[in-house]
């Protein structure tokens, strides 16, 4: 067995048991939460109870009130999504003893849209997320890009151009136990058996859902338009299903993390925004295996490449933002005139960068256009903007514009 990869969102979740009486850890299934919860919990007296074992979760369910009087004084719960009942049991005890760190919950559903969950532990709670791995943690490094681009710090350096290793990044996915296998079929199986069990039987903890053999089927669907406009009626287009039911199954993969929506970045003085979000798949490894190609043949197809290499650097730039005490925003800007930008982040205060991405190892001027557009547009509150793609070299386009490889975004 591998050793765990060290999570740069450690300190982020130390800091919540320091001052919150309850924190939540929350992100899919297999992104390394109950590693995690353990190991910062192992040497401080903490008691574990996990709900996926039947015996504990239906005790809970039960009796709420006794089961959580019963715990220790600090305890951890893993996967609580799974016996929502001890909320409100959990909101009185800590009610009556507001000591910091009480307990360490982790979830693999978004537990903010759980019914009751946000009144029952509101001020009570700070919700740390973790997601799969990112490209900084894989390589053992603490990156700056964030910092820098808020700051327009780059100047001219090289780097190695990744190529088709950059491919096999994007295939490979961030999942740790998809990671631990050597060869990409047997990631692929991994990746496949994941979004069945995940999509059939997770999804029954948080709804209602009379046609869970389309889960699986939606999900492939949304693999094929990663990093494309959010529409309802294509995604339904395959399915004997009806436009609402499948926007209410997208809305249910996304609280299960395997689905990602990048809302339009507007302005209310600017009438010629489009405000249509994007779609992005939770993980390009996810992805990749359910389209079932290679990274050879992802490589080779530049149509199939762009929007996976679009959403992996949105999830590494999402990953590397969860590590931060700021609060990052993350959007897409699109007017009607066909100026686009894949990824905007506002910063507290208003400040904005933007990050555009290019599958091609030669770049122009034409490029920029949409960064452009978008400096126009913002001005002063316009800090950088930086195109990504596969070359070797920092370069300046113009006053806060730079190319740059995508490989900077974690060395």
């Known amino acids: 067995m591998q050793p765990a990869v060290p999570r740069l969102v450690r300190d982020r979740l130390l800091q919540a048991l320091a001052d919150s009486p309850v924190a939540l850890l929350q992100g899919p299934r297999q992104s390394g939460k109950t590693t995690l919860a353990r190991s910062l919990t192992a040497q401080r007296g903490y008691g574990y109870f996990t709900f996926d074992d039947d015996v504990t979760r239906a005790a809970a369910a039960a009796d709420p009130i006794r089961f959580v009087d019963d715990l220790p004084d600090r305890a951890v719960i893993d996967e609580v999504q ?9 909101k009185r005890t800590v009610d009556e003893d507001r000591r910091a760190g009480r307990f360490l919950l982790t979830g693999s559903a978004d537990l903010l849209s759980t019914r009751g969950l946000s009144d029952s532990l509101a001020g009570r709670m700070e919700v740390v997320p ?116 499948i926007a209410t199954y997208v809305s249910l993969l996304k609280r299960l993390f395997l689905l990602y929506e990048l809302p339009a970045w507007h302005n209310n003085r600017l009438k010629r925004l489009v405000k249509t979000p994007k779609l992005h798949v939770g993980d390009t490894g996810l992805a990749a ?37 700021d609060d990052l925003r993350f959007s897409h800007f699109r007017d009607r005139d066909g100026s686009e930008v894949d990824v905007v982040i506002e910063a507290p205060g208003g400040t904005i960068a933007a990050v555009e991405v290019k599958a091609a190892a030669t770049i122009g001027q034409g490029d920029f256009r949409g960064l452009n557009r978008l400096r126009e547009h913002l001005g002063e509150r316009f800090a950088c903007g930086v195109l990504l793609h596969d070359g070797d070299s920092v370069l300046s386009f113009g006053d806060r514009l730079f190319a740059a490889p995508v490989a900077t975004l974690w060395t």
């Open 82 to 90: 799974r016996a929502p009942q001890v909320f409100t049991a959990l």
């Open 130 to 245: 973790l997601h799969p791995l990112a490209q900084a943690e894989l390589e053992g490094s603490e990156p700056r890009f964030l910092d820098r681009l808020l700051a327009a710090r780059f100047r001219g350096e090289r780097t190695e151009r990744l190529g088709s290793r950059l491919a096999e990044r994007v295939v490979a996915g961030g999942y740790p136990a998809a990671l631990a296998r050597g060869a990409e079929a047997r990631r692929r199986a991994w990746y496949r058996d994941y979004s069945q069990a995940l999509a059939q039987r997770d999804v029954q903890d948080i709804a209602k859902v009379t046609s869970a053999e389309t889960l699986p089927r939606l999900l492939q669907v949304a693999a094929s338009h990663t990093a494309s406009m959010l529409n309802f009626t294509e995604l339904a287009a395959p399915f004997q299903l009806s436009r609402p039911t």
């Open 289 to 325: 295996a359910l389209l079932n190609v290679t990274s050879e043949a992802v490589y080779r197809d530049r149509h199939l490449y762009g929007p996976l290499l679009e959403t992996f650097v949105l999830q590494e730039l999402v990953r590397q933002a969860s590590w931060r005490d």
